[in-house]
């Protein structure tokens, strides 16, 4: 199983750009990267998704290696509703069973 | 705008009580899911479901079952509701296998088993 590792929590100020890493040492060839976002009492919500090199959509970037053992998603200019939980994820999409959320990282953004 | 809803927000059941979580999406979706999340431990996967009528168990299928009779349905079930079932449950829903996957969550509930 792809199991992902993240930090616990990050802290934030306004305005800054704020990079969460996320180590996946065992991907296998045919596993995405997919990036989901949490507010309190609600579902996560899909971010961004990639397999390698970079991507970027108008909420976040997605920075993927060559090696493809960790990924990077970025966000830039953070505001205070940026503050949530942020799960990084790695599988081929319908092997479900191998779609693990872990803990996530909780990112605080402060005034 | 992909939409999946869950039938209740929260929900308060007794030790014992067989549960029903229903959960609805609109979108024609083929996958269907069921996640618990407590705190420390993220998302867990219960079961899921890739097709009418038919099943698979997650990673923490022990004291649920599910029921898929519609596309657009995926039940949870608590045959015997215990304490220690007291969690948030989260319904997703995703295209079809094959294709980059995003799930859709449901709002989720919060159910409280006494």
């Known amino acids: 199983l792809a199991k992902t590792t993240q930090p616990i929590s990050m802290d934030s100020y306004e305005g800054q750009e704020v990079n969460i890493t996320c180590s996946h040492n065992?991907?296998?060839?045919?596993?995405?990267i997919t990036w989901y976002q949490q507010f309190p009492s609600q579902g996560p919500r899909f971010i961004i998704q990639g397999y390698k090199t970079k991507v970027t959509n108008e909420v976040a970037s997605l920075f993927i290696p060559a090696d493809r053992k960790s990924s990077t998603l970025s966000l830039p200019r953070v505001s205070l509703s940026d503050t949530a939980v942020y799960y990084c994820?790695?599988?081929?999409?319908?092997?479900?069973?191998?779609?693990?959320f872990g803990t996530g990282t909780r990112l605080q953004v402060f005034p | 705008d992909v939409k999946v809803t869950q039938s209740s927000r929260y929900l308060v059941k007794r030790t014992g009580e067989k549960v029903f979580l229903e959960c609805v999406q609109d979108m024609d979706h083929e996958n269907m899911f069921w996640y618990r999340q407590d705190p420390g431990l993220g998302l867990r996967l219960i079961y899921f479901s890739y097709d009418v009528k038919m099943k698979e168990k997650g990673d923490i299928p022990e004291g649920y079952s599910v029921s898929r009779e519609k596309k657009e349905r995926f039940s949870l079930i608590l045959e015997s509701a215990s304490t220690n079932q007291t969690s948030m449950y989260l319904c997703?829903?995703?295209?079809?296998?094959?294709?980059?996957?995003?799930?859709?969550f449901g709002p989720g509930t919060r159910l409280l088993v006494l």
């Open positions: 065992n991907i296998a060839t045919n596993d995405y």
């Open positions: 997703a829903s995703s295209m079809e296998p094959g294709q980059q996957e995003t799930q859709y």
């Open positions: 994820l790695v599988g081929v999409p319908y092997n479900t069973d191998k779609l693990i």
